[in-house]
């Protein structure tokens, strides 16, 4: 059987590495890797990381391209791989424009598809934008779901898809998370620059956000809650700033120049799952790190109206607080100064898996 795994994304890369190396580990599959780069740098940073090297690069990440223009050249790229390598099975993961596209052109070819994280769900076209609608055109064209969870499971037979093609699976995030923690190197220049911030005696907030649905005033009120929370003395922040420019001016505009708040680049997988694990907090918008952060330990804000995580906010691991000035800091400082609160928190058991997602979607392609 012939399986093509393609993917073009960082959070992409980092939850479909797990799949690939254990699909690499059996000789019962031909498999190979095509990565569209729809990201370029932060998907090779994570290549490199993993060790895994694409068979076919589309190389298609391309400065302020709109979503139409690389949703074309996805579909004309990846009709040249299918047609030379004829895979019985594409693989493809989440709710990107690779990820439905990838799924349009395999269906448009008679190929079938496999859907990892499949079934996430807000029901709301807009947010996430354009992800919600990513996710369920892969659906609908998915012939095997691969749910991280039985919610997810639950909103696919709730759209009629058959229960046996449906496999509750857990995350791969948690795989490569567990891995990755174990072989990062301490001496990489990234960290010890962090290193040198870094006040040990002081509580470590971390902080990401990049959602266009909080992109504009939302953002500015975001800003404005991590300000104040950085005014207090037991408090750092290392905030490494997306790239995307609507979110570089609100933070450099609201944050640059505090005492207690680092801003750094984005960083590569590796230093990022290193600074999760010496933070204290986290405020995110960003599902990856909601889905990890548990598995470390580390509590979750998570900086949305909406969520397509409702397990975790149900299992108490994170806590979606919005992107309102007065709600974001209420409940920072609830965990910054209640500890049964803040150990409460800790202590719920992580809903997105143990880090065995990637054996089980393996042994589920092998049954087919
Ligand atoms: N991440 C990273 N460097 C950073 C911020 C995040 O490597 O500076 C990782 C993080 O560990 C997680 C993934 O990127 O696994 C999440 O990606 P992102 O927030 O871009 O997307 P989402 O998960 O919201 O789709």
Redesign the pocket.
């Known amino acids: 059987k012939k399986i093509l795994v393609v993917f073009g994304?960082?959070?992409e890369a980092?939850?479909m590495a797990p799949l690939v190396k254990e699909l690499q580990k059996t000789n019962e599959f031909n498999t190979k890797v095509c990565v569209t780069a729809q990201h370029r740098e932060?998907l090779d940073q994570?290549l490199s990381f993993f060790k895994i090297t694409p068979d076919y690069d589309l190389d298609l990440m391309k400065a302020n391209q709109s979503l139409n223009e690389l949703s074309s050249r996805i579909l004309t790229a990846i009709d040249l791989v299918l047609s030379e390598f004829q895979p019985n099975l594409v693989l493809v993961h989440?709710?990107t424009s690779t990820s439905s596209m990838v799924a349009l052109a395999a269906f448009h070819k008679g190929i079938k598809v496999g859907h990892v994280e499949a079934g996430l769900r807000t029901y709301n076209k807009f947010a996430p934008f354009p992800?919600e609608i990513n996710r369920q055109i892969t659906g609908r064209i998915a012939d095997i779901h691969f749910a991280p969870t039985q919610q997810s499971a639950q909103n696919l037979l709730n759209e009629k898809v058959n229960e046996q093609d449906i496999h509750v699976t857990g995350n791969t995030?948690i795989d490569?998370?567990l891995w990755g923690i174990k072989h990062v190197n301490e001496d990489r220049e990234d960290i010890n620059e962090i290193k040198q911030f870094v006040d040990t005696s002081k509580k470590i907030i971390v902080v990401?956000g990049?959602?266009r649905e909080n992109f504009g005033n939302k953002f500015y009120e975001f800003c404005n809650a991590l300000k104040q929370l950085a005014d207090r003395d037991d408090v750092q922040i290392i905030y490494?700033v997306?790239l995307n420019p609507n979110v570089q001016k609100a933070v450099y505009d609201t944050l640059g120049n505090h005492k207690n708040i680092l801003l750094i680049a984005?960083?590569?997988?590796e230093?990022?799952?290193w600074l999760?694990n010496q933070s204290y907090l986290i405020i995110?918008?960003?599902?990856?790190?909601q889905e990890?952060a548990p598995s470390l330990k580390k509590p979750v804000l998570v900086t949305r109206e909406v969520t397509e995580r409702q397990e975790a906010v149900l299992e108490g691991t994170v806590k979606l607080v919005g992107t309102n000035q007065e709600k974001i800091i209420k409940e920072a400082v609830v965990l910054l100064d209640n500890m049964n609160a803040y150990n409460t928190m800790i202590g719920n058991i992580n809903p997105y898996g143990d880090g065995t997602a990637a054996v089980q979607i393996v042994n589920a392609l092998k049954s087919i």
């Open positions: 994304t960082r959070p980092i939850k932060m994570v989440g709710d992800e995030v490569a998370l990401t990049h959602r490494p997306h984005p960083l590569d997988y230093a990022f799952i999760l995110t918008d960003s599902g990856g790190v990890e």
